[in-house]
């Protein structure tokens, strides 16, 4: 009997052993898996030092295992633990991945890494990830259904060793308790006592072990994860209560997991909020830092807008137009840095409009030459054969990289020269691919430097950005903005020579001058009987809109706060309304709800005027009820074409004049500039050409009737086809395509459309012949030219200098004397330059070329300043 309870006794120790070291290898995993999560997730330190002292010094599992061994575990359960830490050993690869995933995202050095950590090697798809992506990942293999499993696979074979040991431990008992009830009835029959000992004996085997088996029994039946409170009473035997503690220790470490795991999902959250809140509180500075850049930007520019309309001394004008060019260069250039968020988002697109290149980089070169000389530098551009002068792009965006190119080149360059070239890479005549070269001779840049020279907010080194100032903003927004080209950028430059940055931009070839309504002179006619509205707390603004309004022919009243505009409205009829959006007290969103509600159907448009260029802006304004949105700077042109779209008004078509007498041209029906051009400028022929084409073609229409009612559709095919030409040669733009219309319904024979093309065509025939009967009317008549001979040239050209400086009107004369002289000994570039220079009155530039031209031709050197080639 007293062998029988030893044996029984060594049976539960060695099961209470077994069963703690169980215990202590799953706290083990657990523990590591707790603090590889931490660091995960709060990046510190302390979290994997603990997780590697656990590996390394503590070691729980190579002792729990140890033990095992010399308690002489059978191999079964020998081999269960060996699996849980081959899984264990796999999960660490797991959890090693993701702290060498933060210390690289945390810009950490291998030799500051622990070594298990520093050896492990990403794969490629993680080396790519940017530093917020490799923080995520991080997080994300710690916590996901992978990991889970992984996880899952070390706790199984710990818990089938714990089912087959408590099996091999119950059948030992269960022999310890079998010799146990032999003794009792051997004692039975030796003495009637041991009768009663049995009894309780029996008595105590229900009580300690059938009824808490049958009361665990009933409990897991009705068991559930979603209960956070259950768990089983400890009663009955030992082994009984410590299954019961066993089993409620197992299921209060998964409900431990589950609340980890909702702490960590609450933390992502509110992570995901405050970013939120970050982003927003982004967009509001954007668009406060829009408001405030623009306000005063807008009163510069629609001042300098009233200032053209006034008399300046040539260099006057000249000064006033580089203001204008240099505020809305400030006006582009701010757009962008505000606009950099639509970079980092990916949401930048680009704009096509038809625009004239070779303008657009003389105009930059005009820009950038005052600091240039005021660094003692020549500045001069190049214009490849074979570019094509009209294209359709987005100007703005490719004039702001070569002014980013040609500031830093003034910036870096104390002496020498900058030069812009432009050449054709390939070109179908539809589409070309173009190269910039914009090439300086300043301090250079080193070959480690240009390995970072385009990234955001790089310069070259900490000296370059103290001694030249600047952010390290512009080359990556340029690379950026070319990259939406479809071109790339690049640099070549050694210390001390200087530097040449290229880059490529497919642009579309346009066949003639672009349309555009800034050519124009604004017909203020249209607008004599309107009257306007001007809502804009700011009085500059205020008094700047209202003389830009009255200069395109309209009739104002102001008013300084949105509740004066209702009151304003509801006494007096308005027919728009000019609205600014950001004013104090009421805002033009509140000012325009509230007068549509006053209104209703009969509410004039209302027109949003807005120093805030963020996105969204315009889409609020249109929920709001608002006709219309522009953006501060105000354009005027922009303005009126807008007030023309709301108020429902069509130009009139008559010729409009600029100030010294020239027609224009109307951009709807004539394309006369063009025609112009195409003659080299030379008015005089162009007259000759219209009115041979009024002459000889003024009665075209009824000739084609008599060749269409005969059935001679041949011959009416051939007169058309012949005044599809002459109409795109004149700049006839609308002849043009009645021309080819009516040619195309002749040649495919079709009846009734014939019918109808004729007499459209009628109609436009006899309009164009019209107008260009105004036109020739309007033209100046040519003086007579004097002729001089070459040897004479150079007394000549000495003499249109000294006319030009004094503003004299004959030099006019002199000049036709000199055009042919002038036209062979200069490229057509260049003439073509001169002879707008001379045009425009902007005589002094004119004598600086003549001067240059005069030098050449004795063969010193020429002076320093701006060459163009």
């Known amino acids: 009997m007293s062998s029988s309870l030893k044996d029984e006794q060594t049976a539960e120790k060695r099961r209470t052993e077994f069963k703690q070291l169980g215990i202590d290898l799953a706290n083990a995993s657990d523990y590591l898996t707790d603090e590889a999560r931490k660091f995960a997730v709060t990046r510190d330190e302390t979290h994997m030092n603990k997780y590697w002292k656990e590996i390394n010094i503590t070691k729980t599992r190579d002792n729990v295992i140890s033990r095992l061994g010399e308690l002489n575990s059978p191999n079964e359960e020998m081999a269960l633990l060996a699996e849980a830490k081959k899984n264990s050993d796999a999960l660490v690869e797991t959890e090693r991945r993701s702290m060498r995933l933060v210390l690289d995202a945390l810009g950490a050095k291998e030799e500051k890494m622990p070594p298990e950590v520093a050896s492990f090697r990403l794969s490629t798809e993680d080396l790519k990830l940017s530093t917020e992506d490799e923080l995520t990942k991080a997080r994300d293999i710690m916590f996901d259904d992978k990991y889970d499993f992984d996880k899952r696979s070390i706790m199984d074979p710990i818990a089938k060793f714990q089912q087959i040991m408590n099996a091999r431990l119950e059948a030992e008992l269960e022999i310890a308790r079998n010799a146990t009830s032999r003794a009792a ?41 979603s209960k956070d409170n259950f768990s089983l009473v400890p009663e009955g035997s030992l082994e009984l209560r410590l299954l019961a503690k066993t089993f409620n220790d197992l299921y209060q470490s998964f409900q431990e997991e589950l609340v980890k795991r909702k702490r960590a999902e609450d933390k992502m959250k509110v992570a995901k909020e405050e970013a939120e809140k970050a982003n927003k509180a982004k967009s509001e500075f954007l668009a406060n830092m829009s408001h405030e850049i623009r306000t005063p930007l807008n009163t510069i520019i629609g001042y300098h807008y009233l200032l053209e309309s006034t008399q300046f001394a040539p260099k006057q004008k000249q000064y006033m137009q580089n203001v204008g060019l240099a505020a809305k260069s400030l006006l582009g250039i701010i757009n962008e840095i505000l606009d950099f968020s639509k970079i980092e988002a990916g949401r930048m697109t680009l704009e096509t409009v038809e625009f004239n290149l070779y303008e657009a980089i003389k105009e930059l070169c005009s820009m950038v030459q005052i600091e240039a000389h005021h660094h003692g530098l020549e500045v001069r551009y190049v214009i490849q054969p074979g570019v094509p002068r009209y294209v359709k792009g987005d100007a703005t965006r490719l004039k702001q990289v070569l002014l980013n190119l040609l500031s830093n080149g003034i910036k870096f360059t104390d002496q020498g020269e900058l ?15 173009l190269r910039f070269n914009v090439s300086d001779t300043g301090i250079g840049i080193s070959e480690e430097q240009m390995k970072h020279l385009f990234e955001v907010f790089t310069q070259g080194d900490a000296s370059t950005s103290r001694k030249y100032g600047g952010t390290g903003l512009g080359l990556a927004i340029c690379k950026k903005i070319v990259g939406l080209m479809a071109g790339e950028i690049s640099v070549r ?10 880059f490529t931009a497919n642009l579309e070839i346009v066949d003639r001058a672009p349309l555009s309504l800034k050519e124009n002179k604004l017909n203020q006619d249209i607008f004599a009987t309107k009257k306007i509205l001007i809502v804009e707390d700011n009085q500059i603004n205020l008094q700047m809109t209202k003389d830009i309004l009255e200069s395109l022919g309209f009739a104002t009243d102001t008013s300084q706060s949105g509740y004066t ?8 009829r308005y027919d728009a309304i000019v609205m600014d959006i950001r004013m104090p007290e009421m805002d033009g969103y509140e000012t325009t709800r509230r007068i549509l509600e006053l209104k209703g159907l009969k509410a004039p448009p209302i027109i949003a005027l807005s120093a805030d260029a963020v996105e969204g802006v315009a889409e609020k304004a249109k929920l709001a009820g608002m006709s219309g949105y522009l953006t501060k700077p105000l354009d005027p042109l922009k303005l009126a074409e807008v007030l023309q779209i709301c108020l429902g008004l069509e130009a ?10 020239s027609v224009t041209g109307q951009r709807i029906w004539l394309d006369f500039e063009s025609g112009i051009e195409r003659l080299g400028g030379r008015q005089d022929k162009y007259r000759y050409i219209l009115e041979r084409f009024i002459e000889n073609h003024g009665e075209d229409h009824i000739t084609i009737n008599q060749f269409l009612a005969s059935s001679n559709f041949a011959e009416a095919k051939n007169l058309l086809h012949v005044l599809k030409g002459i109409s795109a040669n004149i700049g006839a733009i609308r002849l043009n395509e009645a021309s080819f219309r009516l040619e195309n319904a002749v040649d495919n024979l079709y009846e009734e459309e014939i019918c109808k093309e004729k007499r459209q065509f009628e109609i436009v025939l006899i309009e164009s012949c019209n107008r260009v009967a105004q036109f020739v009317a309007a033209l100046p008549v040519e003086p007579e030219v004097m002729s001089v001979e070459n040897q004479d040239i150079q007394n000549q050209l000495i003499k249109l200098v000294k006319l030009l400086e004094e503003g004299d009107s004959e030099a006019s004369l002199v000049y036709e004397a000199c055009k042919c002289f002038l036209k062979q000994e200069l490229s057509a570039l260049d003439f073509s330059q001169l002879n707008e220079k001379i045009t425009k009155y902007n005589l002094g530039e004119a004598a600086e070329d003549i001067i240059r031209l005069i030098t050449a031709m004795k063969g010193t050197s020429k002076p320093r300043g701006v060459r163009y080639v």
């Open 185 to 225: 009835i051997l004692q039975a029959v030796l003495a009637a006592i041991i009768i009663g000992a049995v009894a309780g004996l029996l008595r105590i085997l229900f009580t300690q072990v059938t009824y808490p088996i049958k009361n665990y029994t009933e409990l897991l039946k009705v068991f559930s994860f």
């Open 419 to 433: 030069e812009v070239i432009v050449e054709v890479l390939k070109n179908d005549d539809t589409q070309a691919q």
């Open 493 to 502: 430059s050694s210390i001390g020579t200087g530097s040449t940055f290229s």
């Open 565 to 572: 505009a209702v009151q304003m409205v509801n006494k007096m």
């Open 652 to 661: 009139l078509d008559v010729p409009l004049r600029e100030n010294n007498g």
